[in-house]
């Protein structure tokens, strides 16, 4: 082999060696450190609480981020498939690329409807708030019976085993008792009205005409005045006008006077 065609071949080599190191370094500069430090590039976390896991999802890519559903628990406040929290937390800074981890709505626990036939009406009450459901006092009807005691529920407006919302209006009719032989008006002079209200017609009476008179010196809504006086034998089903305090010095207007049907309970039908 001559010289010349072995300097010739050196030379391939060496133009071949210089352009693969030329590749190598371009690939680099274009591909393998842009890479790199785009992966270790700093970003703020949006926040998508509140979200659907749908639109959290593609928040998140949008700004380079990856979502994994951690848990699902049950939230009344937020409806069945929406995000309720996220770790990292909204606005922390963190790498690209991370994944964002995230609790997610299953609805609102229902609660269930206990039988509360036979209890008091205060045992109903702690029964009912143990099951996250609301009764109060407001919710109680009352009605004479031969079988249940005084104070005990004889009927509930929803039966017991039924899957509810905890904000399910509920209604309980409670006994008086036995009809008694004669009615007496209670004393509810210095009482609220909504306490007056419940002695008169736990009595087996009725509210008659309420009127508002200005008097400073005393709470909204006292008694001040009733009639007939208390301790007077009644029928049943009488009414009872009440004189109620106010601080509005300029009373209530006729026209704006609450009457019997106004403040009357009705209890309502159980199902």
Do not use: C
């Not at 409806?79 to 996220?86: D, K, L, M, N, S």
């Not at 039924?162 to 002079?189: A, C, I, Q, Y």
């Not at 008659?208 to 010196?217: R, S």
């Not at 004189?243 to 009457?259: A, C, F, N, P």
């Amino acid at each position: 082999m001559s010289l010349f065609s072995s300097l010739q071949q050196w030379l391939i080599a060496l133009i071949i060696v210089v352009l693969v190191f030329s590749l190598g370094a371009l690939l680099v500069d274009q591909v393998v450190m842009p890479y790199y430090t785009r992966n270790g590039e700093e970003l703020e976390v949006p926040d998508i609480v509140e979200l659907k896991v749908e639109q959290a999802d593609s928040v998140l890519r949008r700004h380079g981020f990856e979502l994994v559903e951690e848990r699902e628990q049950y939230d009344w406040t937020y409806p069945e498939g929406t995000v309720i929290a996220q770790n990292p937390e909204p606005f922390s800074i963190t790498k690209r690329g991370r994944r964002i981890y995230v609790t997610v709505s299953i609805g609102e626990k229902l609660s269930v409807m206990p039988n509360l036939v036979g209890k008091s009406a205060r045992d109903a009450m702690f029964t009912t708030q143990k099951e996250g459901l609301n009764l109060t006092e407001e919710d109680f009807g009352y009605e004479y019976s031969n079988y249940y005691p005084a104070t005990v529920v004889m009927a509930q407006s929803i039966p017991p085993g039924t899957k509810l919302r905890r904000d399910t209006p509920l209604h309980m009719t409670v006994s008086l008792g036995t009809l008694p032989n004669e009615f007496k008006v209670p004393d509810v002079v210095g009482q609220t009205l909504e306490r007056a209200k419940k002695q008169i017609l736990m009595a087996g009476l009725e509210i008659g005409e309420v009127i508002f008179e200005y008097h400073p010196d005393l709470l909204p809504n006292t008694v001040m005045s009733q009639s007939p006086k208390p301790n007077e034998k009644s029928e049943q089903g009488a009414f009872i006008d009440l004189k109620i305090s106010t601080l509005d010095e300029k009373g209530i207007e006729d026209d704006e006077v609450e009457t019997s049907e106004d403040l009357k309970y009705e209890p309502e039908d159980a199902d």
